[in-house]
């Protein structure tokens, strides 16, 4: 069974870019989490899914990430425009339920420039 | 508000020897679950184990031991006889009903 598939692997863009990221979490798995790890700081939450719905985006940074999951299958998250800030890992997981393990995707490398 | 507080940031082994990761939690719910994942130079992250709040028995797998003890909020993490396969960042997490707070990360070195 494939695992949490997250696109691109890096990304380097400038600031002022537009960035789409893209997360396939494991089929069957209704909860969707995106994650992001800044700097080699902690692992910071930023919004979850269940199935199309956002049940927590309580994490989401400002207004220029946009987050989506149309059809309840993979998600997009949009940072535009991009900061020098929101360089980082961003983590994509996914569950069957609200308590189950989350199994995480490789992530996404951003570089901001 | 929920934290998770791992106080070391960098341990450093010799091959063989026993380490123990530490992980202190806060948080006012009752019910709730603590994992620990491994990230290994590849960048994954790899899940190794779930505890729920009611379950305070400690489990061990394999040379992995984990300790949780409600009394002082921690969950510590033990590798015995550690090899340089096991060289990553580990981190502690607390889950509540969708909502999920990181410690900081461990990375720990195991030399040859």
């Known amino acids: 069974e494939a695992g949490v598939t997250q696109f691109p692997s890096h990304s380097v863009i400038e600031k002022g870019q537009t960035v789409t990221l893209r997360c396939d979490p494991i089929?069957?798995?209704?909860?969707l989490y995106w994650y992001r790890r800044v700097m080699g700081k902690e692992i910071k939450f930023l919004l979850h899914?269940?199935?199309?719905?956002?049940?927590?985006e309580s994490g989401m940074p400002n207004n220029r990430f946009l987050a989506e999951r149309t059809g309840g299958t993979y998600s997009t998250l949009k940072v535009q425009p991009a900061e020098l800030e929101d360089s980082g890992v961003y983590f994509c997981?996914?569950?069957?339920?609200?308590?189950?393990?989350?199994?995480f995707g490789p992530g996404t490398r951003l570089t901001v420039l | 508000a929920q934290k998770v507080t791992q106080a070391q940031t960098e341990i450093s082994v010799v091959e063989k020897e026993d380490v123990t990761l530490d992980c202190v939690y806060e948080?006012?719910?009752?019910?709730?679950?603590l994992f620990w994942y491994k990230q290994p130079p590849s960048g994954e992250l790899v899940f190794l184990i779930r505890?729920?709040?009611?379950?305070?028995q400690n489990e061990i797998s394999g040379r992995y031991s984990w300790n949780f003890q409600k009394s002082t909020s921690s969950f510590n993490f033990t590798i015995t006889a550690s090899q340089v396969v096991d060289s990553a960042v580990y981190f502690c997490?607390?889950?509540?009903?969708?909502?999920?707070?990181f410690g900081d990360g461990t990375t720990l070195t195991v030399k040859p």
């Open positions: 505890r729920n709040s009611f379950d305070e």
């Open positions: 089929s069957g798995h209704d909860n």
């Open positions: 948080t006012r719910d009752t019910t709730y679950y």
């Open positions: 899914f269940v199935k199309e719905s956002k049940q927590d």
């Open positions: 997490a607390l889950f509540n009903a969708g909502k999920s707070t």
């Open positions: 997981a996914s569950s069957p339920g609200t308590h189950n393990e989350q199994f």
